[in-house]
């Protein structure tokens, strides 16, 4: 998934202004950054489990675009091996994540374009800010975008 300086980013009138509210457990979020942070110059990629709307597990999955620094493509078995997983431990897939090394966490036009999962979270976490990771999350239906507010819990 890209996110050139050039591409040209999803209009803002297409975000909606009420906001949903996901609560994420601190050490999820604490992984997911730590993964960005050990991959500052690719973007990194991954599925996040859990029931009930409660997420739970984090999936990470290896990154094998050609161009890892604006593009995302999860391996296949990586996948498959994520997927697997979950239907283990019973849990069904929540979120998908992956990073902006270099851009806001915002998607890009070919994040709305290639999502297929209207159902899932999308998380987006950005190195752009200086030592100072930051995360975002959306909902993605129809090619249009709902931000969603991120609480964090002890838990």
Sequence with gaps: MAHPETEKRPRLSCLRLSMEHVTLPRALIER???????SPEAEICGLIS???DELIHCHPVTNVATDRTRFFEMEPEGLIAAMRQMRERGEELLAIYHSHPNSPPVPS????????????????????????????????RDQKIQEVAIGISST
């Design 109 to 140: 036009l070919t994040d709305v374009q290639q999502h297929e999962y209207p159902s899932v979270l999308y998380l987006i976490i950005s190195l752009q800010t200086q030592g100072v990771p930051e995360m975002r999350g959306y909902r993605i």
């Design 32 to 38: 997911l950054f730590a993964q960005a942070r050990h």
């Design 50 to 52: 859990g029931h009930d």
